[in-house]
Nanobody, 127 residues
Framework: QVQLVESGGGLVQAGGSLRLSCGAS????????MGWFRQAPGAEREFVAH????????NYSDSVKGRFAISIDHAKNTVYLQMNSLKPEDTAVYYC????????????????????WGQGTQVTVSS
């Protein structure tokens, strides 16, 4: 059974930074993709960032592009989300997700494309 565990959330002032981590355990995959999503109270879960297993071709939602960076460390089975220049509207529970195998580009921002999810970590940005 695959387990994803997020950490690194917390309370930060607007303009500050946080780095989220997501550790994967339970199985190894020859090919996979990792995504970060977030969900604010009363809102749908929305795509934030995605990266392939190779670490190439990261992509982001327009709302975080230029401020957030996703990366992957295979040695540690961990994916990171570096969040800079945080805004109050970034406040949400952040979830990491894993898609086993290939993930077509047009599906990477669809939460239904992913097979496994973490429990989430709260990020709160104060104004």
């Amino acid at each position: 059974q695959v387990q994803l565990v997020e950490s690194g959330g917390g309370l930060v002032q607007a303009g500050g930074s946080l780095r989220l981590s997501c550790g994967a355990s339970g199985r190894t995959f020859r090919e996979y993709a990792m995504g970060w999503f977030r969900q604010a109270p009363g809102a749908e879960r929305e795509f934030v960032a995605h990266i392939t297993w190779s670490g190439r071709f990261p992509n982001y939602s327009d709302s975080v592009k230029g401020r957030f960076a996703i990366s992957i460390d295979h040695a540690k089975n961990t994916v990171y989300l570096q969040m800079n220049s945080l805004k109050p509207e970034d406040t949400a529970v952040y979830y990491c997700a894993l898609k086993e195998g290939e993930l077509y580009a047009w599906l990477r921002d669809n939460r239904r494309s992913y097979d496994y999810w973490g429990q989430g970590t709260q990020v709160t940005v104060s104004s």
